[in-house]
C-alpha cells in the first residue's frame, strides 16, 4: 500500500482519516484509448480478494487487468477472448497501471519502485532509480513505427508527494530532472505525480497533485495551466484531445481540443473521477466513486450511463476501450489501505467469460469456483527439529518454531517459554528425590524413570503449547498445532489421551499442564483477553503517519512515545497486519506475576532505572550518536573495524568502553584479527540481532543460544563448571527454567519500566528536532535550542552553495535552510539484488536501517527489551556453565556475501560476528538496536544493568528448585 497526499473517501465529504491518509493516493489510476461504448453490461468478477487497479490491451481478445497484492502477489489477470487466466509474476507488490503497447509488451508498475516489462510470457523487472518507498503509479509506451525507437516512460511519487518522471534510456529508466516544473509548497515539497500518456507522435502528458498538468516534447517538460487545483489521477487522449479526471468531494474532469486552453466538462453532481479512456472518434467512458460510470458521446458532452451495475465497490478506478468500442472498467475497495473486493466489467456487444478466484493462488487460473482448503500440514523438517536431542530440547524447538509462525510478541513468548519450561522441569522434578517443582509438588515413582520423564514432559509440554498456541490467541496455531500433535505421534503418544488423574506418567503430566494454565490465567497477563491492554493507556501525541514528512500536526510531547501510522504493516517474520496504527504490544505487563522479583509496593518498579531520558540537552548527543550510525551503514566507504573478541567487546557492565580480550582462554592464544568494513559490520549486526525474517523474538534467540552451547563438541554440561557432567535431560531442564525464568522477569522488568516512561523512539526524536532547525549555531539559520547538532558530514543545513548543481545536497535545492542529515535512504525496490545506499535527506523524513512496513516496534523506548533480556541470558548461562566464555572461547555466525541481508543487498563480503563471552553477545544486541535507528544509547545501558540483575536473581530461584530449598 502506498499513502496518499490528497485522499478520498465517502459521497459527501471524502474526508480523509488518519489511516486512510496514508494510503488513499494510491486510489490514482485509470486507462488508454479506443472506441464508442454499445451494447450490454456483464459482470466479469466482483468481490475478489485484491481489488483491481487498472486495465488494458492491444484489442477485445488480449486483455490485461492488475491489482493488489494479499500475500500471494500481485493479481494478474489476462483474457484470450474465451477465458481468464491469472498469472504469476515472481515478485511481490500491488501493480497499479498497466499498458499493453502494440509491439506485443507489455508494461506493469507499482509499488516499490516496480516497472515490469513483460515479453513472451516472461516477466522483467527493470532498473529504476527508485526505492521502496516510492510508487510508480503510470507508465506508458508509444507505438514505435517500423524500425523507431519506443519511446517509455513511467510516473509516481512518494506518498502522494514529490512526484518523479522516469525514461527508459537502454535497459534503465533514469529520472528527469523536472526542476520549476512542479510547484513547491512552502516547505519544499512537490506534488505527486500519477499518469503518463502519449499521443505517439512525440508529446507526452503528466498529470498529478494540486492540478498538475505537465507537457513533454523531445524530453523536456514544462507546466501548462489546468484550470484546477484538484488532485488530477489520469490523462488520456485521442490524437486531437488530451482528457484529465481527479477530483475529491467532487469530479474533476478537463479537456484541451488541439492547442487550446483546459476547460471543464464535468458532468454536473459527479463525485470523484479516477478512469478514463478516449476512442479516436472522441467518444468515451469515465468512472469513478461508486462505481459511477459517464459515456462521452460524439457531439462531446459527458453523461452518467443509469445502466451501468451497482457494484459494492467504492470506486471504478481504471478504464479502457478496446478496438471495438467496448469499455472495460475495473476498480474495488481502493479509496482506502484495505485495496480488496476486486471487481472488472465489460460494456459491449461481445459475450465475455466471468472470472472467480482460484484457490491456487499466484500462478493459478480460474476454475469457476473456490477449492476446499486442505487442512494445516506441518512441514516434516519442523515436526522434531532436534530428534537427537533431549526430550525437553525437543519439545523447545518446537516451541521456538510456533514463536516464528506468531506475530512477534516478546512479552508474550517470554511468558510461555517459562511456563513450557517449569512444565518440563515439574515433569521432570516429580520423579526426583531431592528437587522442588514450581507449579506441581506431587512425588512420583516409577519402573523406568527416564521412560516416564520423557512421556510426563511431553504430555506437559504438548498441553501448555497447544493452549498457548491455540488459534484464538497466536498468527500459526493452524500449523503449531499440527506440528505438537506431529510431534506427540512421532514420539509415540496419544494427544487426545487426556486423563488427569492417577499416577502414570501421562496423568502426571496433564495435571501439571492443568496446573500452570490455571494457576497462570489470573496473572495479569490478560490471556483471556488475547493480552489486551489492562492500563487505559491513551497517546497523547497523534500518531507519526511514516510515509508524510514530520511528526504530524498536534504533536506537543516529543518525551513521550509516537504510536506509527504505517500503510503496511508486515512483521518481522512476514506477517501481514495490514495498515493503520500501531497497536500497542505489552502496555499491562507490569502487572503480570513475576518469578524471582519482589518489590514493597505495586506502584513501584522492580529496579530502579535512574532518570529516563528527558527531551533536554543530553538527547542532542543521543540522536546525534544514532545518526553517525546511520551514516556509517554504507558498504561502498573504506572505513574498517576489527570486530574479533582481541579488539571488541569486553565491556564493564553498561557502556561501551571494553577494548577486547587479551587472549582466548580455551586456547591460550591471543585472537586473531577480523577486520571488516563498518557499514557491513553495522547492517549484519542490526539485522542479526532483530532475529529476522524468521524471528523468535529476544527470548527465542537465547534460547538457541542456549542451545547451540549445549551442542558445542567443547562443552560439557556440569551446574556451574562443576562436578561431574549430568545427562543431557536434566541440563537442558535446569538451563530452561533458568534461562527462562529470566526471560519472564525480564520482560516485566523492561515493558514496566516502557510504561511507566512512555520513551520516545529515534524517528520521532529526529524528525521533531530536525523540524525545529538546529542548535549548534545561533548566527545560522533555523536556530533552535532544541533543534539537531550540526556535525559536518553527517547533520548539516542545506544551503545554497550545497545544493547547486553536482554539489552533495543538489537533490534537496528546493529545502535551502532545512537540516539535511547523512543516513540509509531506505530500502530499495528489489531488496535481493539492490541497494539502498546512504545519502542526504531531510531530517524530518529521517527513517530507521529497517523495512519500511516494519519501522520500529510498537511500544515505547526506555528500556531496551533486547538489552534487557539479552543481559539476562548472559548472567544465566555464564553462572550456570560456570565460565563466562563460550565453550572454546568464542562463538561466532557468518554472513554469507550477497546472501545474508533482507533490507537490501549485502554483505559485500563475508562477514563472522565474533564473541568471547556471553556478555560480549549481550551487549552486542543492544548495540544492534542503535545501528537499526530504533533506541538511543540510555535505553541500551540500562537495559543491561537492569538485565544483569534480572538474571542474576533468575538463577538464585531456579538454584533453590535444584537443591530441592524453595518449599519449605
Given at each position: 500500500?502506498?499513502?496518499?497526499?490528497?485522499s478520498i473517501?465517502?459521497?459527501?465529504?471524502?474526508?480523509?482519516?488518519?489511516?486512510?491518509?496514508?494510503?488513499?493516493?494510491?486510489?490514482?489510476?485509470v486507462a488508454?484509448?479506443p472506441?464508442?461504448?454499445?451494447?450490454?453490461?456483464?459482470?466479469?468478477a466482483?468481490?475478489?480478494?485484491?481489488?483491481l487497479?487498472?486495465v488494458?490491451?492491444r484489442?477485445?481478445?488480449?486483455?490485461w487487468?492488475?491489482?493488489?497484492?494479499k500475500?500471494a502477489?500481485?493479481l494478474?489477470?489476462h483474457?484470450?477472448?474465451?477465458r481468464w487466466?491469472?498469472?504469476?509474476t515472481?515478485?511481490?507488490?500491488?501493480?497499479?497501471?498497466v499498458?499493453?503497447?502494440?509491439d506485443?509488451?507489455?508494461?506493469?508498475s507499482?509499488?516499490?519502485?516496480?516497472?515490469?516489462?513483460?515479453r513472451?510470457?516472461?516477466y522483467?523487472?527493470?532498473?529504476?532509480?527508485?526505492?521502496?518507498r516510492?510508487t510508480?503509479?503510470?507508465?506508458?509506451?508509444?507505438?514505435?513505427a517500423?524500425?523507431?525507437a519506443?519511446?517509455?516512460y513511467?510516473?509516481?511519487?512518494?506518498?502522494?508527494?514529490?512526484?518523479?518522471?522516469?525514461?527508459?534510456?537502454?535497459?534503465r529508466f533514469?529520472?528527469i530532472?523536472?526542476?520549476?516544473?512542479?510547484p513547491t509548497?512552502?516547505?519544499g515539497?512537490?506534488?505527486?505525480?500519477?499518469?503518463?500518456?502519449?499521443?505517439n507522435?512525440g508529446?507526452?502528458?503528466?498529470?498529478?497533485?494540486?492540478?498538475?498538468?505537465l507537457?513533454?516534447?523531445?524530453?523536456?517538460?514544462e507546466?501548462?495551466e489546468?484550470?484546477?487545483t484538484?488532485t488530477?489521477?489520469?490523462?488520456v487522449?485521442?490524437g486531437?484531445?488530451?482528457?484529465?479526471v481527479?477530483?475529491?468531494g467532487?469530479?474533476t474532469?478537463?479537456?484541451?481540443?488541439?492547442?487550446?486552453?483546459?476547460?471543464?466538462k464535468?458532468?454536473e453532481?459527479?463525485g470523484?473521477?479516477?478512469?478514463?479512456?478516449?476512442r479516436?472518434?472522441?467518444?468515451g467512458?469515465?468512472?469513478g466513486?461508486?462505481?459511477?460510470?459517464?459515456?462521452r458521446?460524439?457531439?462531446?458532452?459527458?453523461?452518467?450511463?443509469?445502466?451501468?451495475p451497482?457494484?459494492?465497490i467504492?470506486?471504478?478506478h481504471?478504464a479502457w476501450?478496446?478496438?471495438?468500442g467496448?469499455?472495460?472498467?475495473?476498480g474495488?475497495?481502493?479509496?482506502?489501505?484495505?485495496?480488496?473486493?476486486?471487481?472488472?466489467?465489460?460494456?459491449?456487444?461481445r459475450?465475455?467469460?466471468?472470472?472467480?478466484?482460484s484457490?491456487m493462488?499466484?500462478?493459478g487460473?480460474?476454475?469457476?469456483?473456490d477449492a476446499?482448503?486442505?487442512?494445516?500440514?506441518?512441514?516434516?523438517?519442523?515436526?522434531?527439529?532436534?530428534p537427537?536431542?533431549?526430550?525437553?530440547?525437543r519439545?523447545?524447538e518446537?516451541?521456538?518454531?510456533?514463536i516464528?509462525?506468531?506475530?512477534p510478541m516478546?512479552?508474550v513468548?517470554?511468558?510461555?517459554l517459562?511456563?513450557?519450561?517449569?512444565?518440563?522441569?515439574?515433569?521432570?522434578a516429580?520423579?526426583?528425590a531431592?528437587?522442588?517443582?514450581?507449579?506441581?509438588?506431587?512425588?512420583?515413582?516409577?519402573m523406568?524413570?527416564?521412560?516416564?520423564r520423557?512421556?510426563?514432559?511431553?504430555?506437559?509440554a504438548?498441553?501448555?503449547?497447544?493452549?498457548?498456541y491455540?488459534?484464538?490467541?497466536?498468527?500459526?496455531a493452524d500449523?503449531?498445532?499440527?506440528?505438537?500433535?506431529?510431534l506427540?505421534?512421532r514420539?509415540?503418544?496419544?494427544?487426545d489421551?487426556?486423563?488427569?488423574t492417577?499416577?502414570?506418567?501421562?496423568?502426571?503430566?496433564?495435571?501439571?499442564?492443568?496446573?500452570?494454565?490455571?494457576?497462570?490465567?489470573?496473572?495479569?497477563?490478560?490471556?483471556?483477553n488475547?493480552?489486551?491492554?489492562?492500563?487505559?493507556?491513551?497517546?497523547r501525541?497523534?500518531?507519526?503517519v511514516?510515509e508524510?514528512?514530520?511528526?504530524?500536526?498536534?504533536?506537543?510531547?516529543?518525551?513521550e512515545w509516537?504510536?506509527?501510522?504505517?500503510?503496511e504493516?508486515?512483521?518481522q517474520?512476514?506477517?501481514p497486519?495490514?495498515a493503520?496504527?500501531?497497536?500497542?504490544?505489552?502496555p499491562?505487563?507490569?502487572?503480570?506475576?513475576p518469578?524471582?522479583?519482589?518489590?514493597?509496593?505495586?506502584?513501584?518498579?522492580?529496579f530502579?532505572?535512574?532518570?529516563?531520558p528527558g527531551?533536554d540537552?543530553r538527547?542532542?548527543?543521543?540522536?546525534?550518536?544514532?545518526?553517525?550510525?546511520?551514516a556509517a551503514?554504507?558498504?561502498?566507504?573504506?572505513?574498517?573495524?576489527?570486530?574479533?573478541?582481541g579488539?571488541?567487546?569486553?565491556?564493564?557492565l553498561?557502556?561501551?568502553?571494553?577494548?577486547?580480550?587479551?587472549m582466548?582462554p580455551a586456547?591460550?592464544?591471543p585472537y586473531?584479527?577480523?577486520?571488516?568494513?563498518?557499514?557491513?559490520?553495522?547492517r549484519?549486526?542490526?539485522?542479526?540481532?532483530?532475529?529476522?525474517?524468521?524471528?523468535?523474538?529476544?527470548?527465542?534467540?537465547?534460547?538457541?543460544?542456549?542451545?547451540d552451547?549445549?551442542?558445542?563438541?567443547?562443552f560439557?554440561?556440569?551446574?556451574?563448571?562443576m562436578?561431574?557432567?549430568?545427562?543431557?535431560?536434566?541440563?537442558d531442564?535446569?538451563?530452561?527454567?533458568?534461562?527462562?525464568?529470566?526471560?519472564?522477569?525480564?520482560?516485566?522488568?523492561a515493558?514496566?519500566?516502557k510504561?511507566?516512561?512512555l520513551?520516545?523512539r529515534?524517528i520521532?526524536?529526529?524528525?521533531?528536532?530536525?523540524?525545529?532547525g538546529q542548535?549548534?549555531?545561533?548566527?545560522?539559520?533555523?536556530?533552535?535550542?532544541?533543534?539537531?547538532?550540526?556535525?559536518p558530514?553527517?547533520i548539516?543545513?542545506?544551503?545554497?552553495?550545497?545544493?547547486a548543481?553536482?554539489?552533495?545536497?543538489?537533490?534537496?535545492?528546493r529545502?535551502?535552510g532545512?537540516?539535511?542529515?547523512?543516513?540509509?535512504?531506505?530500502?530499495?525496490?528489489e531488496?535481493?539484488?539492490?541497494?539502498?545506499?546512504?545519502?542526504?535527506?531531510?531530517?524530518?523524513?529521517w527513517?530507521?536501517?529497517?523495512?519500511?512496513?516494519?519501522v520500529?516496534?510498537?511500544?515505547?523506548?526506555?528500556i531496551?527489551?533486547?538489552?534487557?533480556?539479552?543481559?539476562s541470558?548472559?548472567?544465566?548461562?555464564?553462572?550456570?556453565?560456570?565460565?563466562?566464555?563460550?565453550p572454546?572461547g568464542?562463538?561466532?555466525f557468518?554472513?554469507?556475501e550477497?546472501?545474508y541481508l533482507?533490507?537490501?543487498?549485502?554483505?559485500?563480503a563475508e562477514?563472522?560476528?565474533?564473541w568471547a563471552t556471553?556478555?560480549?553477545?549481550?551487549?552486542?544486541?543492544?548495540?544492534?538496536?542503535?545501528?537499526?535507528?530504533i533506541?538511543?544509547?540510555p535505553?541500551?545501558?540500562?537495559?543491561?544493568r537492569?538485565g544483569?540483575?534480572?538474571g542474576?536473581?533468575?538463577?538464585?530461584k531456579?538454584?533453590?528448585?535444584?537443591?530441592?530449598?524453595?518449599?519449605?
Open positions: 500500500m502506498v499513502a496518499t497526499e490528497e473517501l465517502n459521497r459527501d465529504s471524502l474526508r480523509v482519516a488518519a489511516v486512510g491518509a496514508l494510503a488513499l493516493i494510491s486510489c490514482a489510476l488508454c484509448p472506441g464508442p461504448p454499445a451494447g450490454r453490461w456483464t459482470t466479469v466482483q468481490g475478489l480478494r485484491e481489488g487497479l487498472s488494458h490491451g484489442s477485445a481478445t488480449d486483455v487487468a492488475v491489482g493488489a497484492d500475500g502477489g500481485p494478474v489477470l483474457y484470450d477472448g474465451t487466466e491469472r498469472r504469476a515472481g515478485t511481490r507488490g500491488s501493480l497499479w497501471w499498458h499493453a503497447a502494440q506485443g509488451t507489455t508494461w506493469m507499482g509499488t516499490s519502485s516496480t516497472v515490469l516489462r513483460v513472451d510470457g516472461m522483467e523487472r527493470m532498473p529504476t532509480p527508485g526505492l521502496a516510492h510508480v503509479f503510470g507508465v506508458w509506451a508509444s507505438n514505435a517500423a524500425g523507431g519506443q519511446e517509455v513511467a510516473v509516481g511519487s512518494e506518498a502522494g508527494r514529490s512526484g518523479f518522471l522516469w525514461r527508459l534510456e537502454g535497459a533514469v529520472e530532472p523536472l526542476g520549476s516544473a512542479l509548497a512552502d516547505d515539497t512537490t506534488p505527486g505525480l500519477f499518469k503518463v500518456w502519449g499521443d507522435a508529446t507526452v502528458w503528466v498529470v498529478g497533485g494540486r492540478g498538475v498538468v507537457r513533454g516534447r523531445g524530453g523536456v517538460f507546466r501548462v489546468s484550470g484546477t484538484q488530477l489521477f489520469t490523462v487522449g485521442d486531437r484531445r488530451v482528457v484529465a481527479g477530483g475529491a467532487a469530479g474532469l478537463i479537456e484541451r481540443d488541439g492547442d487550446g486552453a483546459f476547460v471543464s464535468a458532468p453532481s459527479s470523484l473521477l479516477q478512469g478514463v479512456s478516449l479516436p472518434d472522441g467518444t467512458v469515465a468512472a466513486f461508486n462505481g459511477a460510470v459517464y459515456l458521446g460524439a457531439n462531446g458532452a459527458w453523461t452518467q450511463d443509469t445502466s451501468a451497482s457494484l459494492p467504492e470506486s471504478l481504471a476501450m478496446d478496438d471495438e467496448g469499455a472495460w472498467l475495473v474495488g475497495g481502493i479509496l482506502g489501505p484495505s485495496l480488496d473486493r476486486g471487481a472488472l466489467t465489460y460494456r459491449g456487444r459475450m465475455v467469460a466471468g472470472y472467480s478466484e484457490a493462488g499466484d500462478g487460473s480460474s476454475d469457476g469456483g476446499a482448503v486442505p487442512a494445516a500440514q506441518c512441514p516434516e523438517s519442523q515436526i522434531d527439529p532436534a537427537m536431542g533431549s526430550i525437553a530440547r519439545w523447545n518446537s516451541l521456538l518454531w510456533a516464528r509462525r506468531d506475530v516478546p512479552v513468548h517470554a511468558r510461555n517459562f511456563h513450557s519450561s517449569a512444565a518440563m522441569w515439574d515433569a521432570w516429580a520423579y526426583d531431592t528437587a522442588d517443582g514450581v507449579f506441581f509438588r506431587e512425588r512420583k515413582t516409577a523406568d524413570v527416564a521412560a516416564a520423557r512421556e510426563a514432559i511431553s504430555y506437559a504438548y498441553r501448555v503449547l497447544s493452549a498457548r491455540a488459534p484464538t490467541l497466536a498468527n500459526g500449523v503449531s498445532q499440527a506440528c505438537f500433535r506431529a506427540m505421534g514420539l509415540g503418544y496419544d494427544p489421551a487426556t486423563e488427569s492417577g499416577d502414570t506418567p501421562r496423568a502426571v503430566g496433564n495435571r501439571i499442564a492443568q496446573e500452570i494454565l490455571a494457576r497462570s490465567i489470573e496473572d495479569g497477563s490478560n490471556e483471556r488475547r493480552y489486551a491492554d489492562t492500563t487505559m493507556w491513551r497517546a501525541n497523534p500518531p507519526l511514516f508524510q514528512p514530520g511528526v504530524g500536526e498536534g504533536f506537543m510531547h516529543p518525551e509516537q504510536p506509527l501510522v504505517l500503510a504493516a508486515v512483521t517474520n512476514g506477517i497486519l495490514g493503520g496504527v500501531q497497536g500497542y504490544i505489552g499491562n505487563w507490569d502487572n503480570v506475576t518469578w524471582a522479583l519482589t518489590r514493597a509496593n505495586a506502584s513501584d518498579p522492580y530502579d532505572p535512574g532518570m529516563p527531551f540537552a538527547m542532542g548527543d543521543w540522536v546525534a550518536d544514532v545518526l553517525r550510525k546511520s551503514l554504507d558498504p561502498t566507504l573504506d572505513a574498517m573495524i576489527d570486530v574479533s573478541p579488539a571488541y567487546g569486553n565491556n564493564p553498561g557502556t561501551n568502553d571494553g577494548t577486547g580480550h587479551p582466548n586456547t591460550g592464544q586473531a584479527a577480523n577486520r571488516v568494513r563498518l557499514g557491513d559490520f553495522g549484519v549486526m542490526a539485522e542479526f540481532w532483530a532475529d529476522g525474517p524468521k524471528s523468535e523474538t529476544p527470548p527465542g534467540h537465547w534460547n538457541k543460544i542456549a542451545n552451547v549445549s551442542d558445542h563438541p567443547m560439557a554440561r556440569r551446574i556451574n563448571g562436578g561431574a557432567a549430568i545427562d543431557p535431560l536434566e541440563w531442564v535446569k538451563v530452561y527454567l533458568a534461562l527462562n525464568g529470566g526471560m519472564h522477569d525480564a520482560a516485566i522488568v515493558w514496566g519500566i510504561r511507566r516512561f520513551a520516545s529515534p520521532t526524536l529526529i524528525r521533531y528536532m530536525g523540524g525545529l542548535r549548534t549555531d545561533m548566527s545560522a539559520p533555523r536556530y533552535n535550542p532544541n533543534g539537531l547538532p550540526l556535525i558530514g553527517v548539516e543545513l542545506v544551503t545554497a552553495e550545497s545544493s548543481a553536482g554539489q552533495r545536497h543538489a537533490h534537496l535545492a529545502y535551502v532545512q537540516v539535511a542529515v547523512l543516513t540509509w535512504r531506505g530500502e530499495p525496490g531488496r535481493r539484488t539492490e541497494l539502498g545506499g546512504v545519502g542526504w535527506m531531510r531530517a524530518v523524513e527513517l530507521p536501517f529497517q523495512l519500511r512496513t516494519f520500529t516496534p510498537a511500544f515505547p523506548g526506555f531496551s527489551g533486547h538489552s534487557t533480556f539479552s543481559r541470558g548472559a548472567e544465566v548461562l555464564a553462572a550456570i556453565t560456570g565460565s563466562q566464555y563460550f572454546g568464542m562463538m561466532e557468518v554472513a554469507r550477497g546472501a533482507t533490507f537490501e543487498r549485502g554483505p559485500s562477514i563472522h560476528l565474533q556471553y556478555y560480549d553477545a549481550a551487549d552486542q544486541a543492544g548495540q544492534s538496536r542503535l545501528w537499526g535507528g533506541h538511543i544509547p535505553d541500551d545501558f540500562v537495559g543491561r537492569l544483569s540483575q534480572v542474576t536473581r533468575a538463577l538464585a531456579a538454584r533453590t528448585f535444584f537443591d530441592g530449598t524453595a518449599v519449605p
